[in-house]
């Protein structure tokens, strides 16, 4: 009797390995695709809110002023190297997207896992799809937050005179003129909206899913 329960735990044990890794691996393929939307997109955003930095910068004659997310793309297919300057930082985009998302997507599945202790996860209760939803979105960001920040002042950089030349130099004159700290500037805010954030949208595709049979 021992014997067949220990099998049968070594099996359930394989089976929610099993479907961990498949998570990873879809996950780190999703964020393959989603850096290719992201990172223009992401430049554009990166670029307005950095506007009033831009704007004390302009008016010694050095900084662009953008008036929305149309004038920047224009400005930078314009002036930036056409297309190319849109995928701007696509470099520290894959570094965070992909890892991130294999991260996001197996933690998911392995607290399902866990909290469905070997039994079927389709049947885990709404709160405990919140509770993976949102340990899910921090791990996101606790995997790979400091990429973020080197992708975020690189597209934000200066197209004629940059201060950094690629991810690893910006990494490096962060780390030697702001330390650590300043590779995790904005990470509070950050968890406070990716936590409740993935949290209600791994709630959404669940219940749609779960709806759509």
């Known amino acids: 009797m021992q014997g067949q329960w ?5 099996q359930l044990q394989q089976k929610a390995w099993e479907a961990c890794t498949k998570q990873i691996v879809c996950g780190a393929g999703a964020g393959v695709a989603v850096s290719f939307l992201a990172c223009p997109t992401e430049l554009i955003k ?6 009033s930095a831009l704007a004390d910068v302009s008016s010694s004659g050095g900084g ?3 008036s929305g997310p149309m004038d920047v793309a224009k400005h930078v297919l314009r002036s930036e190297g056409g297309m190319k300057g ?5 470099a520290p985009t894959f570094a965070r997207e992909v890892p991130g ?7 998911y599945e392995g607290v399902k896992q866990l909290i469905a202790g070997g039994q079927d996860t389709s049947q885990l209760g709404r709160g405990s799809m919140v509770v993976a939803g949102g340990v899910a979105g921090a791990s996101f960001w606790c995997m790979v937050y400091p990429t973020d920040v080197v992708k ?6 200066d197209y004629k005179n940059p201060k950094f030349f690629g991810s690893i130099d910006a990494f490096k004159k962060i780390l030697k003129s702001e ?17 409740p954030a993935n949290a209600a949208c791994f ?10 049979g």
Not at 86 to 90: E, R, V, Y
Not at 101 to 107: D, E, L, Q
Not at 203 to 212: H, I
């Open 6 to 10: 220990m099998q049968l735990s070594k």
């Open 46 to 51: 990166c670029r307005l809110q950095a506007q």
């Open 64 to 66: 662009v002023k953008y």
């Open 86 to 90: 849109l995928f701007k930082g696509l």
């Open 101 to 107: 998302n294999a991260a996001m997507f197996g933690v």
């Open 152 to 157: 975020s002042v690189i597209q934000v950089d």
């Open 179 to 195: 330390g650590v700290k300043g590779l995790y500037k904005g990470f509070g805010p950050a968890m406070a909206r990716s936590v």
């Open 203 to 212: 709630l959404a595709y669940e219940v749609t899913r779960s709806s759509l």
